[in-house]
């Protein structure tokens, strides 16, 4: 039988066929990279985890190497917490999700023993406005966070110039990205006392 290459019959099945054809080469793909994917995922979080804890380390195997070695990661209340001993002090970490200007943050905050102080902060993903909100993975901004005293329950994130102290728990904003500045704030505010309850800090 053929078809008139004109006909709309002839331009259905010629459009199933090509388009099937695609969802075959495209499922073949995902089920090829589904696996690195999942590492790179893996890794991300790694490398996060010992960002946030202060833990060096000089390339990715390494990184992974030192993982296994230094840190626990035990399930409580559904809840992912991280714990290894740096300079001598026990820090815990745990992941966080949040909401952001655009999107969805992620990352892992890590804090002291007691949870008077955040040992650091690092980000996993994130949707911000490159160049503004974006710029919560630049390292002037997270490295403010480290060893910042926890007052009150929180870290305010400042829109005004913030002295340099890490004792009164003020960190400086992003200028022009008050929102995520702001979001980050609300996410560790959030987060706090969920360590404080699974570490049964008062």
Do not use: H
């Amino acid at each position: 039988m053929r078809f008139d290459r004109d006909s709309k019959v002839y331009t259905v099945i010629f459009t199933f066929i090509v388009s099937f054809a695609f969802l075959v080469v495209l499922s073949g793909l995902n089920v090829m990279t589904s696996q690195q994917v999942k590492k790179n995922q893996e890794l991300f979080m790694i490398r996060a985890v010992l960002n946030a804890m202060g833990i060096p380390y000089t390339s990715d195997d390494e990184a992974i190497d030192i993982f296994k070695s230094k840190v626990t990661m035990e399930t409580k209340d559904s809840y992912n917490l991280f714990s290894a001993e740096v300079d001598g002090e026990k820090v815990y970490a745990i992941l966080f999700n949040g909401s952001g200007l655009w999107g969805n943050i992620s990352g892992v905050l890590a804090v002291n023993s007691d949870v008077s102080r955040i040992v650091g902060i690092d980000f996993i993903s994130q949707s911000e406005t490159p160049g503004l909100g974006g710029r919560i993975e630049e390292s002037w901004f997270k490295e403010q966070f480290r060893n910042e005293a926890i007052v009150n329950g929180k870290v305010l994130v400042s829109t005004t110039k913030v002295p340099d102290s890490k004792d009164d728990g003020q960190v400086d904003a992003i200028t022009g990205a008050t929102l995520t500045s702001k979001s980050i704030e609300k996410i560790i505010a959030t987060y706090i006392p969920i360590l404080k309850s699974l570490l049964g800090v008062n």
